[in-house]
């Protein structure tokens, strides 16, 4: 995280890594978008082609300081508009018990941050995400459990010097783990369980905080996004949202920085968000919409979340 520049990353992971505007790591942003994922999140599909479209908006006029008060950062505010493909295959094969697939993630944002007095406004494709191994149980009792490895691959456009990126400019590596438990009676929840390992940014932004770009490796996230609710007829409804900690701290090549960096509990930052939401069954494609508000942020923007999220298949 900066104390004058907010960055933000799009990719959509573990089922997605998309627009995440702000955790408390390297410029405030950070790979996963979290909340991302709701309903059907912990269940692997049927065997078949899949296109998932997110549509989705963030925004917030808070960055709270380490004891979840506002104004870290000064005349802060940010909005985020994105639009992720993400294209899954599942096979009809089976290892070890389980159905395996893939998918690739790629997302465009429109993105804007006010800060500290600085505006920045930029549009383009951000950072993709891949898994090449995906692996899902289904269980007699109801219950799925799904794995993969997601990889955050920088390749969005980036400037060291900018306000706004696309792109994190490092790689990522998050393990997850995600369940579900579907009761033919209506209940249904989602849970999904990651955890990331930051790699170092070897050409850091230039910020207030560190203002020579010196190496910087964001501190590693456990985060869990989550979905409850029941079926009725062809509606889903209750509610979703997210838990994120960041579990250790950030770590900068100067020497004064990392004194700052230290002085501020490494800069690890945490929230939670809740919010209602609803699916709609039509056919073979799903609909799902959700609003989510965030609080108890820590070395973070604290604000509103809006998803609407297609899924269509394509067949075998």
């Known amino acids: 995280m900066t104390i004058r520049h907010i960055g933000i990353a799009t990719t959509l992971c573990a089922s997605l890594g998309l627009i995440n505007t702000a955790q408390a790591t390297e410029t405030g942003g950070g790979v996963y978008p979290n909340g991302a994922e709701n309903y059907l ?18 925004s917030a006029n808070r960055f709270n300081d380490g004891n979840g008060h506002s104004g870290f950062l000064p005349d802060f505010k940010v909005r985020a508009d994105a639009l992720v493909s ?3 295959y599942v096979s009809d094969k089976t290892f070890m018990g389980a159905n395996w697939g893939g998918h690739l993630i790629v997302p465009l944002v429109d993105l804007e941050v006010d800060a500290a007095g ?3 406004h930029r549009r383009g494709v951000g950072d993709i995400t891949v898994n090449p191994l995906i692996m899902g149980w289904h269980f007699d009792n109801g219950l799925h459990l799904t794995t993969g490895l997601d990889i955050n691959v920088p390749i969005g456009s980036y400037d060291r010097n900018a306000q706004a990126n696309f792109s994190r400019h490092y790689w990522n590596f998050e393990p997850v783990v995600a369940f579900a438990y579907y009761d033919p009676d209506g209940f249904a929840l989602d849970m999904k369980f990651m955890y990331d390992f930051n790699q170092k940014n070897t050409s850091a932004q230039i910020t207030g905080l560190n203002p020579t770009g010196s190496d910087y490796r964001s501190g590693q996230e456990l985060h869990v996004d989550f979905a409850a609710g029941y079926n009725i007829d062809q509606w889903q409804v209750g509610v979703s949202g997210y838990y994120y900690k960041q579990t250790t701290d950030d770590h900068v090549g100067d020497r004064a920085t990392q004194d700052v960096i230290d002085s501020l509990d ?9 919010g209602p ?12 919409a959700t609003w989510q508000h ?23």
Request: without cysteine.
């Open 41 to 58: 999140a912990g269940a692997l599909p049927p065997p078949g082609l899949y296109e998932l479209t997110y549509l989705t908006q963030y």
């Open 266 to 274: 490494g800069l690890k930052g945490q929230a939670f968000a809740l």
């Open 118 to 120: 600085v505006n920045d």
């Open 86 to 88: 993400r294209t899954v």
């Open 277 to 288: 939401a609803i699916r709609y069954n039509a056919g073979p494609a799903q609909i799902i």
């Open 294 to 316: 965030e609080f108890e942020s820590e070395y973070r923007p604290q604000g509103e979340r809006l998803w609407l999220k297609f899924i269509i298949p394509f067949g075998k």
